[in-house]
């Protein structure tokens, strides 16, 4: 199955907005005009074939700032959007009007699978659809197994997966992956920070725990100097062994979101922090 090309997944990096309360009511709020969405196709195709990676980049970051606009709650646009529990329900999905804003984190399900459980340990992530993808998969039956199941089966014998397409997406539509960093409530919880520097092959995998470069998230304080260090002990998951950091900097703590003891899960008393994870 084809999944549209103009449906644009973008991982989140939660920021000061965390700070908006948890259980939040607000009714649904779309990307509005003026930041470059949703963009003209054949400009953006003209983008990627030239390789303009500053035109991509701008691109990109308008995109990222309309997400960002502030919904009429408070919090960003992008926290009003439908969760994936909403979309894929199996009675009526829930009407855009206001309702409750959650937070439904969870381990990525790539991380679930064998042999890599452990790189994801400390990632929790949640997924959202705007109004448009929502409406897309309710309208089709996309979110009902036994549906997908007769329009796998109805492509001939043999035909290759790639082939098997599904009705294409509008190009409004945009899916949402925000993933997030679990942090300690006391003490400082070394986070790693993905530089583009992989330490093996790609087709090994580069997890978070070998990643060259930390940050310390300190939940205890409102005021960080920039230029504050502090050395830092990681545990691998996998061998147990210990590797400490010399002098790795400290991250402000207004960007450390407090979770609800409810939804940190095993992790009680924990926290999130929002994280681009890099590595998808």
Request: hydrophobic residues 40%; contains cysteine; positive net charge.
């Amino acid at each position: 199955m084809k999944q549209d090309a103009r449906a644009a997944a973008v991982a989140l990096i939660a920021w000061a907005w965390c700070a908006a309360p948890l259980f939040a009511q607000d009714i649904y709020t779309p990307i509005p005009s003026g930041f470059d969405f949703p963009a003209d196709e054949a400009s953006q195709l003209k983008l990627r074939d030239d390789q303009d990676v500053s035109g991509m980049r701008r691109h990109a970051w308008n995109v990222w700032a309309g997400l960002n606009q502030p919904a009429a709650g408070g919090g960003p646009i992008w926290e009003t959007w439908f969760r994936s529990a909403d979309t894929f329900r199996a009675g009526a999905g829930p009407a855009a009007a206001r309702r409750s804003i959650r937070r439904e984190l969870r381990p990525p399900r790539q991380h679930q699978l064998p042999g890599v459980a452990a790189a994801g340990q400390s990632l929790m992530s949640d997924v959202l659809f705007n109004r448009e993808t929502h409406e897309h998969i309710r309208d089709n039956q996309f979110h009902q197994q036994q549906i997908l199941n007769a329009i796998n089966q109805g492509f001939p014998q043999g035909t290759p997966v790639e082939q098997r397409e599904i009705k294409d997406f509008p190009r409004e539509a945009v899916s949402l992956k925000s993933t997030w960093w679990l942090v300690k409530q006391q003490g400082i919880t070394p986070m790693p920070v993905w530089d583009n520097e992989p330490t093996q092959p790609v087709a090994a995998g580069n997890p978070p725990r070998q990643w060259k470069r930390l940050v310390g998230v300190d939940p205890s304080r409102q005021q960080i100097p920039a230029d504050e260090t502090t050395e830092l002990t990681v545990i691998d998951p996998v061998t147990k062994a210990k590797t400490t950091h010399p002098r790795q900097p400290r991250r402000v703590a207004e960007r450390v979101l407090l979770l609800h003891a409810a939804n940190a899960g095993r992790d009680r008393g924990g926290a999130a922090f929002g994280h681009d994870g890099g590595q998808g």
